[in-house]
């Protein structure tokens, strides 16, 4: 009796973190609350090529918002030169900003799709949760070295 307590307790644990995600405006949602990074890494670490892309997508989007910021904050430094002492104002160092946030477009461009992507692989591996028992129901006969045995999946 206590192991079927245990079973049907892990069980129901179990489906209860297997919900669909949901991508919309930017964040993520799971069952209408907001998820962080860190909360959708744990959901996903079921399904490992869903986590995969969703990790290349937050890499994207850390390396591509460093660019973008080196850049941005060159062409302020340079600009804050220029007014403030008699150095020529546009000088490299605002040129080579300029060509670090341009550098920086294509980086962050693909990382909405990326997360859109992983989002999707996560929920098309999960089971649909709307089946009753009777439609999610497998009984087996198993062998092994131990003998024979039943196998009940649900």
Known sequence: MKQFFLTITIVSFSL????????????????GEQLSSFETKKAMETDLKAL????????KESVGGFILGLGL??????????????VKYPSALTYAGVGLMAISIPILSGKKK???ESIDM?????QDQKKSLGDNFEFNIVNNSNGLGLQINF
């Open 16 to 31: 209860s973190f297997a919900q669909k995600l949901e991508y919309t405006n930017g964040k993520i949602f799971q069952n």
């Open 52 to 59: 995969h892309v969703f990790k290349k997508a937050k890499t």
């Open 73 to 86: 904050g060159g062409t302020v430094a340079d600009l804050v030169m220029g007014l403030t002492s008699e």
């Open 114 to 116: 990326m997360v859109q």
């Open 122 to 126: 996560y929920n098309s591996g999960l």
